[in-house]
């Protein structure tokens, strides 16, 4: 089996999981009694601490000899207290073991990407092949437990996300390559991996790039949350919700797998102006609850406010990053794009959609205007036009 392929399946056992967790969580949750306010806190606190618990975690990460063992451990232990979930021991409960569960998924996709762009360079294989299959396994994930909403109880979200979790713990040991995370080298020791962390938070150009990746990123807080529950309120079904969601990772998939000459030609700075403006223009829209007929071609405006600008800030942080420290970049990113401006834009998120529905976006999209303010002048930084 090719290292392509390989890679292709485990990040497919990490995205058929997160095709589940992201759009229809909220669902279990709002089926076991919480309200908006509620469940926009228990998503986000794992969120805001992310600046935080995503570099020591990538840390702890770069302390084994190989980079899959983290994963296998990260992974058994978002399985295991999926699993723990299940206990109806009330809302602190809840955010306690979510807190810990979240904190380290949000952990695999950027490690995975560290071992997987290491790879691509040193291989010459195009890095949207394997991270396309992923999102190939979301619209799965999504489209499947749709229809079993429809059909059944929301309990069927946490089962399918803990065989997924588990699935991918198997994986990373099966499936992943040895590759060393200190090659031919011994560990550096744990003060050594923290000051290559606090080198990045220093450096002023690296820190605009993850924060407008971060800002047009997290304005999907809203999306992720609440566009379920707001297309349900406009009558549209669970199993209709999913195939919208769907819509949106297969025009993502098709930018991965086939835009790649022209997003190198195109480069990651520009490529991150245009993730903002068509960040701008979706949230703007869906803020207004357009018909069903125009909810599809918004839907493939993911092309751009995800795909365009997860790979822009996945090329700019290596960039702007060493061998010593990749990991820790990558968690920055994530930990921002994903995390701490997340966490904010959802607990926002769980209040306005009470108070407000569908008019939530249009704080997405004064978060989205913000980060393409910070992609032009990133751009117009000396030493950043040349494309990737």
Partial sequence: MSLTLRLGLFYSAIFVGAGVSSPYFPVWLKHRGLSGAEIGLLLSLP?????????????????????????????????????????????????????GASSLFATLPPLTDVLALKRAAKDGFNFGWPRGMG?????????????????????????????????????????????????????????????????LLKDPTFMTAVLACGLIQSAHAFYYSFSTLTWKQQGIPESLAGILWAVG?????????????????????????????GAVIRWTALAFS?????????????????????????????????????????????????????????????????????????????MSAAGLVLAVRLAARSGLRQPA
């Fill in 290 to 366: 357009p018909p069903l007929a125009f909810l599809f071609p918004l839907q493939v405006l993911h092309t751009l406010s995800y795909a365009a600008t997860f790979l822009a800030s996945l090329e700019l942080v290596a960039k702007l990053s060493k061998p010593g420290n990749a990991s820790a970049a990558q968690a920055l990113n994530s930990a921002l794009s994903g995390g701490v401006l997340a966490g904010l834009a959802t607990i926002a998120s769980g209040w306005l959609f009470d108070h407000a529905g569908a008019r939530g976006y249009l704080l997405m999209s004064l």
């Fill in 135 to 199: 999102s190939a396994a979301f619209i799965v994930g999504n489209v499947v437990v749709g229809w079993l909403l429809a059909r059944g109880s929301p309990d069927i979200v946490l089962v399918w996300m803990v065989a997924a979790a588990s699935l991918t713990a198997i994986g990373a040991r099966l499936l992943l390559p040895p590759d060393e995370v200190h090659e031919g080298g011994p560990t550096p020791r744990f003060s050594e991996r923290m000051a290559g962390v606090g080198g």
């Fill in 249 to 277: 990772v297969a025009a993502e998939i098709v930018f991965l797998w086939f835009m790649e000459p022209w997003r190198r030609a195109l480069g990651p700075e520009r490529l991150l102006i245009l993730g903002g403006i």
């Fill in 47 to 99: 969120m805001l601490a992310r600046i935080v618990t995503a570099p020591l975690i990538a840390v702890w990460a770069d302390s084994f000899r190989l980079r899959r063992t983290a994963l296998v451990f990260a992974a058994a232990g978002v399985a295991g207290l999926y699993v723990l979930m299940a206990l109806s021991w009330g809302f602190a409960w809840w955010m306690a073991v979510w807190f």
